[in-house]
């Protein structure tokens, strides 16, 4: 299967501070990404859409300015927690979607686990 | 209703036996259909996808799609401890012409030794 890479793994910041994740598609070009976010023991929640060149697109309760996203390449989307608090702590997992003519899938890279003191 | 169903389990299957996981989605123009399983603590990986009705094997797997029923699934044979994990059943659907792939909220299976 096609390969999305994530970095870093894990992140221990203080509070207020802002922490950027990079999700990279190593093998194909994808020009959608998504982001998802989950809390232990509780389902993957799609946080945004991140789409190469234009605007993300933010779930209903998601704020934009508070998680902001960058699809500038082909290859790369960037989350960026803003003033991260305790709350934000959880399990960032970035996927990328491959097209293959009228088909497509997605491919989860590893996930960032954020902790925010 | 929501848009992709499963029974969250968990689901116990002795080792060795046949797991069946069940899956049904709202949306009856979805083309796309995929299994994920997820680990404890790590991300998804996709695992098996189906475009068309009927069953498609892939080694021990084996998924199944009836569009007419919009019911999908995945079973799982010769099941090893090792397959315990969480199920995420996936399908890709419409919104406002935006193509996006709506994920389950995930199947708990334990292979019992």
């Known amino acids: 299967g096609a390969v999305v890479s994530q970095h870093p793994s894990w992140v221990i910041c203080k509070s207020g501070t802002s922490v950027k994740i990079e999700c990279r598609s190593l093998?194909?070009?994808?020009?959608?990404m998504f982001w998802y976010r989950q809390f232990p023991k509780q389902s993957l929640m799609l946080m945004a859409t991140?789409?190469?060149?234009?605007?993300?697109?933010?779930e209903q309760g998601v704020e934009k300015d508070k998680f902001l996203i960058n699809h500038a390449s082909l290859t790369l989307s960037t989350l960026t927690v803003t003033s991260a608090h305790p709350e934000d702590s959880s399990f960032y997992i970035c996927?990328?979607?491959?097209?293959?003519?009228?088909?497509?899938?997605?491919?989860f890279g590893p996930g960032t686990r954020l902790l925010v003191l | 209703q929501k848009e992709v169903e499963q029974n969250s389990g968990p689901l116990s299957v002795p080792e060795g036996a046949i797991a069946s996981l069940n899956c049904t989605y709202s949306?009856?123009?979805?083309?796309?259909f995929f299994w994920y399983r997820q680990y404890s603590g790590k991300s998804p990986e996709l695992i098996m996808s189906?475009?068309?009705?009927g069953d498609k094997e892939d080694g021990r797997f084996t998924a199944q799609l009836n569009k007419a029923s919009q019911y999908v699934s995945l079973l799982i044979r010769d099941s090893q401890p090792s397959d315990s994990a969480t199920y995420l059943c996936?399908?890709?659907?419409?919104?406002?012409?935006?193509?996006?792939?709506?994920f389950g909220s995930g199947t708990r299976l334990s292979i019992r030794p």
């Open positions: 991140s789409n190469e060149g234009s605007k993300a697109t933010y």
């Open positions: 189906i475009y068309s009705n």
């Open positions: 996927s990328a979607r491959l097209l293959a003519g009228r088909q497509e899938t997605q491919y």
């Open positions: 996936a399908v890709n659907t419409r919104r406002s012409s935006a193509s996006k792939i709506i």
């Open positions: 949306d009856r123009v979805s083309q796309s």
């Open positions: 093998d194909f070009q994808a020009t959608t």
